[in-house]
């Protein structure tokens, strides 16, 4: 996904969906900055976030994904006319784009915490 079809999705995004998008693109720095706190201090508080985003970053991208969907397929099943999928388009793409930057996030969170957890063990050996 280029940052250009991002910006295109958010541009069109309603309110609620330009929040989480915010908050996702917002997450991603954010594991691997509390990944390299918890590397190197003993605090479990960065450990902790960056556990937590496992399931906290992929939760709202699905949520609001789905609800997203919901909403479109309501308002394509009251219109009287059939829309073709060029008209459907750009709401699949703002589904897909709220779920894959939340499965981003998740997967960030989990190679962080593997990382985390396998540093540990290597300090402990010594």
Not at 17 to 39: E, F, H, M, S, T
Not at 92 to 112: D, H, K, P
Request: aromatic share 6%; hydrophobic share 55%; with cysteine.
């Amino acid at each position: 996904m280029t940052a250009q079809a991002l910006w295109s999705v958010f541009e069109h995004a309603a309110l609620p969906q330009k929040a989480v998008l915010i908050l996702l693109c917002a997450a991603l720095p954010g594991v691997l900055i509390a990944a390299v706190l918890g590397a190197r201090t003993p605090r479990n508080i960065w450990r902790r976030i960056v556990a937590d985003l496992r399931i906290a970053g992929p939760t709202p991208g699905l949520l609001v994904g789905g609800l997203n969907s919901f909403h479109m397929g309501r308002t394509i099943q009251k219109l009287p006319f059939d829309p073709t999928l060029k008209q459907i388009a750009p709401g699949i793409f703002e589904v897909s784009t709220l779920v894959s930057l939340g499965a981003l996030v998740g997967l960030v969170a989990v190679v962080a915490q593997i990382a985390i957890s396998m540093r540990e063990r290597e300090e402990q050996a010594y």
